[in-house]
């Protein structure tokens, strides 16, 4: 939306956007389940651009609600007039780069043929939803829905028996809803994931009054940060505090609730002991809120640091499964078998609340929830025919993981822009701050191309390898890799295992992109 916005009003180029959905929203179109809502605060979660949209627009609650978020999409969308430059309901299937006449060539599922001089995906790096393709899928008598395509028209939950299969955010922000309205819920699992309380609560007309007289000095934080999300910064590593000062840090945040947790410590995602100060903290409060002591044992985590599989928020997620109608099962060392026509089998007859046929555990269910994630970051490339010079694909391009410079560009494929592409900070930071900066720099770029008569910009082959070994280099100086995290390519089978979005900070980050954009676009060929 940004990005059309600035293409087409402050550019006035002929600018044009395709979206699969229906509606605007993106992320907050689809993933509609109940509880969700965005981890990142509300009044940093929306654009900044326009100093009279923040004014008018009024946040109801600190972390805004999957409803409200939309709502403000819609609100912009409306405000922008961008609705009469948008095609719904349509996905690109195709782009080929035509190098004879330096255009893309877009082809639809609704069977458009369009022509573009520039290529800006905008694609989400939460959007090609997965499921596990476990075997009799398509037996279920029941209902099944993924959590990121949320029946519009909401599903009936009260009094059924439903399942919930996946513990990331997703995960934990609907079990503690769904356990309210089912009958029975049963959440399979098979890594618990750390998550933090995130005390959400509406903000009073005063309390946001005040935020809204300080717009413009948060926004000058964000500018600072690097997450674009200036909460509470750490004031120092974990070994420069003594042990009182680092339990009394630990409690204050935990208490506060939200990210910021994951910032008690400058070098919680760098050294190992201090990591484990902060998980063992978050391992003693998941001992003391869940009763049963087996049940608390299987939601600890122990085998990855805190924080490099993404931290969750949650409302009363530990304290769900001290509910009696709430029972958790772990398929970590019994996978899940297949689907049955009455619900789920799980591969070991080892479970006490299932019956047992003889080689497996079956659970009946009437709803099962697939809270199982994305093919994050590139699935929403790969699973488009996106082909550049000489006809070569992206996904081939990026067998071996993704490559580009800067997280904008892809050497082969001339005047393609991705907004919040692999190698960029984007699902580490703040994303509205991300999507902004990246707009930005791209409008700069297409400004610069069509002033100079440069008709096709492509990144050299060589700055892009440069790119991608320091995104790998920064990600190897922190405790990332040691988690199996879908930032790992990690939660898809036979994705590589490359550690995908840029860890130097979008601070860092925008002073590189526009050093470069002040220097002339090194590490580019105009045509
Ligand atoms: O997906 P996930 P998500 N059998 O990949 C499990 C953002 N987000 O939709 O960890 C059993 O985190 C899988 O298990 P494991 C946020 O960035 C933000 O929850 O791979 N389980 C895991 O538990 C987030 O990180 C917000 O072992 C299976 C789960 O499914 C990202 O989106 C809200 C399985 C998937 O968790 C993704 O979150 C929601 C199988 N065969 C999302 N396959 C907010 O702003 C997978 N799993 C709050």
């Known amino acids: ?68 978020i939309l709502s403000y999409a819609e609100h912009v969308a409306d405000r922008l007039d961008l609705r009469r430059s948008i095609t719904f309901g349509t996905r690109v299937t195709a782009a080929h780069y035509d190098e004879s006449r330096r255009l893309w060539l877009l082809t639809t599922d609704t069977g458009q043929h369009v022509e573009a001089r520039y290529l800006v995906t905008a694609l989400g790096c939460l959007s090609a939803a997965q499921a596990p393709d476990f075997k009799g899928l398509e037996d279920f008598r029941g209902e099944i829905h993924h959590t990121a395509r949320w029946p519009h028209e909401g599903v009936e939950l009260a009094g059924k028996r439903v399942a919930v299969i996946g513990t990331g955010s997703s995960g934990i922000q609907s079990v503690p809803e769904i356990a309210r309205l089912a009958e029975h819920l049963t959440v399979f699992q098979r890594t618990p994931h750390f998550t933090i309380p995130a005390r959400n609560q509406p903000f009073t007309e005063a309390e946001f009054d005040d935020i809204r007289s300080r717009y413009p000095q948060l926004r000058a934080q964000a500018l600072e940060d690097g997450a674009g999300l200036p909460l509470d910064p750490a004031h120092g590593n974990a070994a420069d505090l003594t042990e009182a000062e680092r339990a009394a840090e630990l409690d204050r945040r935990w208490q506060q609730g939200g990210l910021a947790f994951a910032a008690t410590f400058a070098d919680l995602l760098t050294d190992e002991s201090a990591n484990s100060i902060a998980a063992d903290y978050v391992r003693e409060r998941i001992g003391e809120t869940v009763q049963d002591p087996r049940t608390a044992e299987l939601l600890t985590p122990t085998d990855y640091p805190l924080a490099t599989k993404r931290i969750c928020l949650d409302t009363g997620y530990y304290e769900t499964y001290n509910r009696e109608n709430v029972t958790l099962v772990s398929v970590r060392n019994t996978p899940i078998e297949r689907i049955t026509p009455t619900g789920i089998r799980v591969s070991a007859a080892d479970h006490e609340d299932g019956a047992d046929n003889g080689d497996g555990t079956d659970h009946e269910f009437d709803v099962i929830v697939f809270a199982t994630g994305f093919d994050a970051m590139t699935g929403s490339y790969t699973r488009m025919d996106l082909r550049g010079r000489d006809g070569r694909e992206l996904a081939e391009a990026w067998r071996e993981g993704p490559r580009t410079y800067l997280g904008l560009a892809v050497s082969g494929f001339p005047n393609l822009f991705t907004v919040t592409g692999p190698g960029s900070p984007s699902v580490l930071g703040n994303m509205m701050a991300c999507v902004e900066q990246h707009v930005d720099w791209i409008t700069g770029y297409i400004d610069h191309l069509e002033k100079t008569g440069v008709a096709a910009a492509e990144a050299e082959e060589g700055a892009q390898d440069s790119w991608v070994e320091h995104v790998a280099e920064v990600a190897s100086a922190t405790l990332y890799p040691k988690a199996g995290s879908w930032y790992m390519g990690a939660n898809v089978e036979g994705k590589p295992r490359v550690f995908m979005p840029y860890a130097g900070g979008l601070n860092l980050y925008r002073q590189q992109c526009d050093e470069i954009a002040a220097q002339g676009y090194p590490g580019f060929s105009h045509t």
Do not use: I
Request: net charge negative.
């Open 1 to 68: 939306m940004y990005a059309l916005h600035r293409l087409r009003d402050d550019l006035g180029l002929n600018t044009h956007a395709f979206e699969a959905g229906e509606g605007v929203g993106g992320t907050w179109y689809w993933n509609r389940y109940p509880g969700a809502r965005c981890d990142a605060e509300s009044v940093f979660y929306s654009y900044s651009f326009d100093a009279d949209l923040q004014q008018e627009w009024v946040w109801s609650e600190r972390y805004a609600a999957q409803p409200e």
